[in-house]
């Protein structure tokens, strides 16, 4: 147990379909982040937020869109994606964006878009 | 951009030693870490060592940094079944705070 929870831990939906990704830690940390993991690739940086703000942006379609309600809580939400969005989703946070910042990783939402 | 390397495939002997390396570019890393993950979990963090030191032992792990040639490994002494998972070796890239990622390490142990 990480500390980070992810809810839910499977979906599967069509590609017209709205849903949600949820996240949350139980660690006081003030920064938290989404991954994609594809197969074979490496992780890739979707979002960050520090502080209930966002600081990261890494040239994600807009069909994802992000949401930090306060600096426990992370969301994803999902509109009219395509198969190729089928992934791993991994949500993480840590203490503070600074350098030694150490990630801790919740067990993510196997997401597969049909 | 940082761009980081390792091998793909890792299977080994119960009780053998494993050797998981890695490559990097930037050599204004500061930070680098170990992360393993089981099937279907997240990732967890095993280990980190900072850009200043060339080795770190932790029980069973040992992790060495050799800054000039830009590679670092993650040794496992007395590898056991419970071992088996992909293993990934992560960058902080330097003056931020992102971690740049390679594609994993998966360790399979034989009994």
């Known amino acids: 147990e990480t500390g980070v929870t992810q809810t839910p831990r499977h979906l599967v939906m069509g590609m017209t379909n709205k849903k949600s990704l949820k996240c949350e830690q139980h660690?006081?940390?003030?920064?938290m982040y989404w991954y994609k993991q594809s197969a074979k690739k490496p992780l890739e940086l979707m979002f960050v937020?520090?502080?209930?703000?966002?600081?990261e942006n890494n040239s994600v379609p807009s069909r994802f869109s992000p949401e930090c309600p306060n600096s426990s809580h992370l969301f994803l939400h999902l509109h009219t994606l395509q198969p190729e969005d089928s992934a791993l989703y991994l949500c993480?946070?840590?203490?503070?964006?600074?350098?030694?910042?150490?990630?801790?990783f919740g067990a993510g939402t196997r997401l597969s878009v049909l | 951009g940082e761009d980081v390397e390792q091998s793909l495939f890792l299977s080994v002997r119960e009780g053998d030693s494993s050797v998981i390396n890695c490559t990097y570019t930037?050599?204004?890393?500061?930070?680098l870490y170990w992360y393993k993950q089981e099937p279907g979990a997240g990732l967890q963090l095993l280990t980190y060592?900072?850009?200043?030191?060339d080795m770190k032992q932790d029980q069973r792990l040992t992790v060495l940094l050799n800054k000039k040639d830009k590679h670092l490994s993650l040794r496992i002494a007395d590898t056991q079944t419970g071992d088996s998972a992909i293993y990934f070796c992560a960058v902080k890239e330097g003056g931020t705070y992102k971690y740049i990622f390679g594609t994993g390490t998966r360790l399979k142990v034989l009994a």
């Open positions: 930037d050599s204004s890393s500061t930070y």
């Open positions: 937020y520090s502080l209930e703000e966002r600081v």
């Open positions: 993480a946070s840590s203490q503070d964006t600074g350098a030694k910042n150490i990630q801790y």
């Open positions: 660690l006081g940390h003030n920064a």
């Open positions: 060592i900072f850009s200043n030191m």
